[in-house]
């Protein structure tokens, strides 16, 4: 046989291979699954307001909201996760195009058209970051919509809407929100916009014990603003809300301890508050210079509703609006301006930071996969090697020695021939029988070959 040369080998395949996770005993390809990912989001403005009324699951009871997600998830074939919060609505699929997702959403909800934006790839995960740090909403570093959305990842894993295996890519998005809020300095947020409600309270305590308080809304933010107002001993306390009935049984601890009425009530009966706090949701403002605050004592009026459910104009002059942009002043310092461009546009940058590092990650752990393969592989040969009776003269050498045929077998960035190899192993200076090393380098060479031929490292698939 005619002699064809010193044989490459080529190990770059195992580097370049898609990283590879383990989820309930399944090997999962972490980039193939990143791949498959399609969204529609749509955000609260004015020329789909109509579109998110109706596609929205915000408002509807958990059982209701399951139902209406399995129906989208029967007609499109494959796992959907769909988040309403109060200014947005957005359904991630898994193994479809964005385009088969929409199309899916449409039959169930019988509409022929939205304004969907459409996300697939990376780009899904990026803009949940975004979503769920506050960045794509009015608050930043609002810890409100990461625990919806955690909450409804929960849920979704739960009722069999998304599988494990699925699910495991929100758990980067969550981890990628941590390091964004954390760069951000969003560190000292929690539950923001009730702990600046809290403090504010407690300085108009500071001027006046006593307050007669008018709480607009009873959904959980108003709930928990009575609370607030109950823990520091106030007793005058007025709830106002659509249904009176209803939300005195949702939460019958709270209502029995205050007085709870209708709006219209509200309107019709002479009642002045000292303080003010909305919590309701509405489209347009339901205060404005068309439909004014029903009462005119000086008061503080603190609306904590997006979109602000309080004008300007809807308010009596001796009374002082506390709005979302003053909130959103006090969460990021008295005083300062809230650049909101400038702002995103760092958040941006942070995020591509944290993008990149994300898929280093993943990469690294494919070659560091690799790098404990080659080393466990030749450590178990440096065993074999010292069982060998030529082994006594370089005793304490074979393990030591072995780690350094790994290290420039790992070193190698492309191929490289057999002959490399064994001259590698030759070259030592340590006091090993010229045998005994000429078996070592047989040894590795035959081994290293037969890694090379192989299409997949034996831990990667195991």
Not at 394 to 415: D, K, V
Request: aromatic share 8%; glycine share 6%.
């Amino acid at each position: 046989m005619s002699n064809l040369g010193s044989p490459k080998i080529d190990l770059t395949k195992f580097l370049s291979a898609s990283p590879v996770h383990e989820i309930n005993g399944v090997a999962v390809d972490a980039m193939q699954l990143m791949n498959s990912v399609s969204m529609v989001s749509m955000k609260l403005g004015a020329e789909n307001v109509e579109s998110v009324k109706t596609l929205t699951t915000e408002g509807l009871s958990k059982e209701s909201r399951i139902e209406s997600i399995q129906k989208v998830r029967d007609h499109l074939g494959r796992d959907v996760f769909e988040l309403s919060t109060c200014n947005r609505v957005l359904y991630v699929g898994f193994g479809c195009e964005s385009q088969e997702l929409e199309q899916s959403i449409f039959s169930v909800f019988g509409v022929e058209d939205a304004p969907f934006q459409h996300y697939s790839g990376i780009d899904v995960w990026r803009q949940l970051v975004k979503v769920c740090s506050g960045l794509d909403s009015f608050i930043l570093g609002e810890l409100q919509v990461m625990s919806q959305f955690r909450g409804a990842v929960a849920m979704h894993r739960k009722n069999g809407l998304v599988s494990d295996i699925n699910s495991s890519f929100f758990d980067h998005v969550v981890s990628a929100n941590r390091m964004l809020r954390k760069e951000f300095g969003f560190t000292q947020t929690t539950e923001s916009m009730l702990n600046l409600a809290t403090t504010a309270i407690e300085e108009l305590l500071s001027e006046q014990e006593t307050l007669s308080s008018v709480v607009l809304g009873f959904g959980d933010m108003g709930c928990k603003a009575v609370e607030t107002l109950l823990e520091f001993g106030q007793k005058d306390i007025l709830v106002v809300t659509r249904n009176p009935e209803y939300s005195s049984q949702r939460h019958p601890e709270i209502s029995s301890q205050v007085n709870v009425i209708s709006f219209d009530e509200w309107t019709d009966e002479l009642i002045q508050p000292s303080l003010i706090i909305s919590t309701i949701r509405n489209i347009e403002p339901t205060y404005n210079s068309s439909n004014l605050i029903p009462s005119s004592s000086s008061a503080k009026v603190m609306d904590f509703s997006w979109p602000p459910s309080i004008d300007a104009s809807g308010v009596s002059k001796n009374q002082e609006l506390l709005g979302m942009e003053y909130w959103i002043k006090v969460a990021r310092k008295v005083g300062m301006e809230w650049d909101y461009a400038s702002t995103i546009g760092r958040s941006d940058d942070l995020l591509t930071n944290i993008q990149n590092r994300f898929m280093s990650a993943l990469t690294d752990r494919t070659q560091a996969k690799f790098r404990a393969y080659i080393y466990s592989t030749l450590e178990t040969l440096a065993e074999q090697w010292n069982q060998s009776n030529l082994a006594e003269e370089g005793e304490n050498q074979l393990g030591p020695f072995s780690r350094e045929i790994a290290t420039w077998i790992c070193n190698q960035e492309g191929p490289f021939e057999t002959i490399q190899l064994d001259e590698m192993v030759h070259s030592t200076d340590r006091p090993i029988n010229p045998t005994l090393l000429s078996r070592v380098a047989r040894d590795v060479t035959e081994t290293i070959v037969h890694i090379s031929e192989q299409s997949t490292l034996p831990e990667a698939t195991s």
